[in-house]
């Protein structure tokens, strides 16, 4: 029973290792790499605190090299499925009414194990299984994921402190109780920490979750487990399957105590799954959260002011960091002309110097796309651009899967702005550039605002204060997170809370506050101190 006002400690953003030669760091995820790459692990669901394996195996291979097994999970059915949300539900009474310092403490120390001694194994998954150097890696599995448990920490301590002034003579309180029923977490393969955080954050706030991670991200997803078990997760908090979507949809979104979906992942899913709840909504015991963050077509606009080598930089990390498979990514480009062939000179230069290949060899600043679907698509995209009158493909445009899915960081040079890569979503690394007339400014941001079905991020160069003010009006509703002289990638958890409206999701902003309210159904208590003793008003009295 809680006795005391209690305070969390003051979050602050984890340092990003170097991994520089010579580090200690470098040293010992070099080593962790080596040791997962010598072993094939036998990774099963976690059901109930239970690991259960079916025998029916999928194998896990390094998109950079898909010859080689990590080894394999264990994927379910419809039973585990059920399994999962029984599991979740025996388990929510206990897990709500645990005192809330309780369930931080659990997170608060899941974040220490991940910048300590987990730090170099979910790094090392998540440069094997994703394909991420050591630098993507690092940013992601280990610093925005323990910025993720410490900073909703303190957000939940926020949440709960906000309560209603109160009258003479009465008492008013909120309580933030959890949702009515399980929740169901559905992460992506691109950020280990999207993965975690998804589960972590509706369980924080006192709910209970099955989780679905993709299948490309299992592996590191189990790390994850591991270091929530080693931290005092209770069994049955958070429920790790691994089942086909339709198969898992079938069970959770006709099961009447469905109480919400934490969803990343792709636009067309995202919208198919919110049909489906709608189509159901009488099945359940109350209006489930709908929370998602989907697609991006993101841009950068650059001003006829900007600094071209500035620009360049911009789209060469915004575009081809983690070959272009961020949400966030640069793929559309508006250059006005009289900065374009000095962009175009820098960036020449740039690609020239990046290496691509394995994320084992640090040296190596593009490494493979996921997978061969993904590769497929890729590749179709540039195929298609290379026959086409409308573009032409200026840098990269080579591709080669014979040993892992590796694709150039490819540029593309439209005449079209509405050309088909300026549109589509390709979530790999092309970027595609439109050169207009710098007195057309104003146009071609309407052009940006106009263009895409999607609101995820955005960027704007320029030295010209009256351009960005302009840039910053005409492009509010066109992305959730907007980069003033910067590329449109690398939020940061409590400064830049993320998250995109449009086709891009609900905007409920992860790395904030606000994404944590969406877990909890808020009850207003009042409390008279000395109640009335008749039902008649002064004003009844005679004079």
Aim: net charge negative; with cysteine.
């Amino acid at each position: 029973m809680s006795k005391g006002n209690y305070y969390i400690p003051e979050p602050s953003n984890e340092p990003v290792l170097t991994y520089a030669p010579g580090t200690p760091e470098r040293e010992e995820l070099k080593k962790a790499v080596k040791l997962a790459r010598k072993e094939e692990r036998d990774i099963p669901m976690y059901i109930g605190g239970k690991e259960v394996r079916t025998g029916n195996k999928i194998k896990m291979s390094p998109p950079y090299d898909h010859k080689h097994v990590l080894g394999h999970f264990h994927e379910g059915d419809a039973s585990h499925v059920e399994a999962a949300i029984k599991a979740a539900l025996d388990a929510k009474e206990a897990w709500e009414n645990l005192a809330w310092e309780q369930r931080a403490s659990i997170f608060l120390k899941a974040a220490d194990l991940l910048a300590g001694p987990y730090r170099a194994k979910i790094n090392a998954a998540t440069m094997l299984a994703q394909s991420k150097n050591a630098y993507q890696a690092e940013i992601d599995a280990a610093c925005e994921f323990i910025d993720f448990l410490r900073f909703n920490a303190a957000f939940m301590q926020e949440i709960y402190m906000d309560q209603p002034e109160s009258s003479p003579g009465i008492w008013n309180r909120l309580e933030y109780r959890p949702l009515e029923g399980f929740v169901f977490a559905i992460t992506p393969f691109n950020f280990t920490a999207i993965a975690g955080n998804l589960p972590a954050s509706a369980a924080l706030m006192g709910n209970t979750v099955v989780w679905k991670p993709n299948y490309s991200q299992v592996y590191s997803a189990q790390v994850i487990m591991e270091v929530f078990k080693e931290a005092g997760l209770p069994d049955g908090v958070i429920n790790m399957i691994y089942v086909d979507g339709p198969v898992a949809g079938d069970v959770v979104f006709n099961h009447p105590d469905f109480a919400g979906l934490h969803f990343t992942g792709s636009t067309a899913v995202f919208k198919h799954l919110w049909k489906t709840i709608g189509q159901n909504i009488d099945k359940y015991r109350s209006y489930p959260r709908v929370v998602g963050e989907t697609g991006g077509k993101d841009f950068v606009i650059a001003h006829k002011s900007a600094d071209p080598q500035e620009v360049a930089a911009g789209l060469i990390r915004g575009a081809f960091e983690f070959q272009g498979q961020k949400c966030s990514a640069a793929s559309r480009a508006y250059i006005p002309s009289n900065i374009w062939e000095a962009v175009k000179k820098q960036m020449a230069a740039d690609l020239k110097e990046i290496s691509m290949g394995s994320p084992e060899d640090f040296s190596n600043f593009v490494n493979a796309v996921i997978d061969k679907k993904s590769f497929d698509k890729i590749a179709g995209y540039i195929d298609r651009a290379k026959k086409d009158t409308d573009v032409e493909v200026l840098f990269g445009g080579n591709y080669d899967d014979s040993v892992g899915y590796f694709i150039e960081p490819t540029v593309l040079l439209a005449k079209d702005p509405k050309y088909t890569t300026m549109c589509e979503e390709i979530f790999g690394p092309v970027l595609t550039v439109y050169v207009y007339d710098p007195e057309q400014y104003e146009e071609t941001l309407t052009l940006v605002d106009q263009t895409s079905p999607y609101a995820l991020t955005g960027a704007v160069f320029s030295k010209d204060r009256y351009a960005i003010e302009l840039a910053t009006k005409k492009l509010r509703n066109a992305a959730g997170n907007f980069y003033i002289n910067d590329k449109p990638t690398g939020a940061v958890v409590g400064q830049q809370p993320f998250g995109g409206a449009r086709g891009s999701g609900t905007n409920d902003k992860a790395g904030a506050g606000i994404n944590l309210l969406r877990w909890v159904s808020a009850r207003t208590i009042k409390e008279t101190l000395v109640p009335p003793k008749s039902y008649r008003y002064p004003f009844l009295d005679q004079e």
